[in-house]
């Protein structure tokens, strides 16, 4: 799994690059991996406030429905509308031309309660233990 080291992530699998007060925000590669082909992409509303950790839209795979969360609290300024016309750049560029929204941060302190790149890749390597520890391989 790729994990940029200069970004933040959420425990839920969103990340999270900051550049001056505006952050950039998307899924990480973990969570296009488990969600399989996304089909849809519900967009949230540009000058939407948001909280951190709250709702932030939904994406829809042929695996199922999630929610993705927001990483942080403020106003989305950006939304990525490539998103709504092809869903599947989400899978193919997570990290790039799969950002979701842009938004101007409000509390940089809140960067405190998420993750660094080495402690999103232990969080990682703990649910890989926690996941795959029971089974055996024939």
């Known amino acids: 799994m790729e994990i940029i080291e200069h970004y933040l992530y959420t425990k839920e699998h969103e990340w999270i690059s900051i550049e001056d007060n505006i952050g950039t925000v998307g899924i990480t590669d973990y969570a296009q991996s488990a969600l399989g082909d996304i089909t849809y992409v519900e967009l949230p ?8 950790f709250e709702q932030l839209l939904s994406v829809e795979s042929v695996k199922s429905a999630s929610d993705i969360f927001s990483p942080i609290s403020g106003k989305i300024i950006e939304v990525n509308e490539d998103l709504a016309d092809d869903p599947s750049i989400l899978n193919r560029y997570c990290y790039d031309k799969g950002w979701i929204v842009k938004v101007e941060i409000s509390d940089s302190d809140e960067t405190s309660n998420l993750l660094t790149g080495d402690e999103y890749r232990n969080y990682l390597e703990s649910l890989d233990r926690n996941d795959g520890g029971e089974s055996t391989e024939e």
């Not at 509303?45 to 951190?52: H, L, P």
């Open 45 to 52: 509303g540009v000058d939407k406030e948001v909280e951190q």
